[in-house]
């Protein structure tokens, strides 16, 4: 490996959701997930509502969690 190579590999930025997090989660339900962090002194998190229902009403098809969220007020 290159010096080149090993400072890129040695400064990466790694945030990667672990696989043992759940998928689906209760209403009430505290919601908990596992992250391994690179390089990462601060990580902040936002947490968005959205209210699938009116999604769906409002655009006649399944929520695609692709969503542009820009400009939108995290609810947490």
Known sequence: MTPEE???VQDEVII?????????FK????VLLKVDVKNVPE???????INLETYYKKNLKKFD????L???MPSI
Do not use: H, T, Y
């Not at 990667?16 to 689906?24: E, M, Q």
């Not at 990580?43 to 509502?49: A, D, G, S, T």
């Open 6 to 8: 090993f400072k890129k």
């Open 70 to 72: 820009d400009g939108m």
């Open 43 to 49: 990580l902040v998190i936002k947490v968005f509502e």
């Open 65 to 68: 969690n692709s969503i542009n």
């Open 27 to 30: 209403v009430e339900e505290p």
């Open 16 to 24: 990667k959701l672990k696989i043992c997090n759940k998928d689906v």
